[in-house]
């Protein structure tokens, strides 16, 4: 197999397939602000779009502090094959219940199979 590449990582509040086989995607957003913290998030999505490969993978996403000291939220293993290198896969993670304890980066870590493939943050701001 060869290794594809994350066309686009994207998070969103809901992602809900249409019958034409496309995807509808709810409250995009790069950032998130909260006056106050702890919160709990009650529900996003996380879709990664991958090409440029062949075979058979494992994609699991694990979400670390802003300190870097604690992983909060591991996915489950979400499975996609590449019959191609012209085809492009999309790969949705939910995240339920997320508990963000301060402002910062969060890092989200995309694994295929055991390897750190790629970094994405996303900022969680404080208002005032």
């Not at 870097?68 to 590449?82: D, G, K, R, V």
Request: with cysteine.
């Amino acid at each position: 197999s060869m290794e594809p590449s994350l066309k686009s990582f994207l998070y969103c509040d809901s992602i809900v397939p249409a019958p034409d086989g496309k995807l509808n995607l709810y409250g995009l957003f790069t950032d998130l602000f909260a006056k106050s913290f702890p919160i709990t998030y009650p529900r996003f999505s996380v879709l990664s779009t991958w090409g440029g490969g062949l075979g058979f993978h494992v994609q699991r996403i694990k979400i670390v502090n802003p300190a870097n000291t604690m992983m909060l939220h591991q996915s489950p293993e979400l499975y996609f094959t590449l019959e191609t290198q012209e085809q492009t896969v999309h790969v949705q993670s939910d995240v339920n219940q997320m508990v963000f304890t301060e402002p910062g980066p969060y890092k989200f870590q995309v694994f295929l199979g055991s390897r750190l493939a790629y970094e994405h943050h996303l900022h969680i701001h404080q208002t005032a």
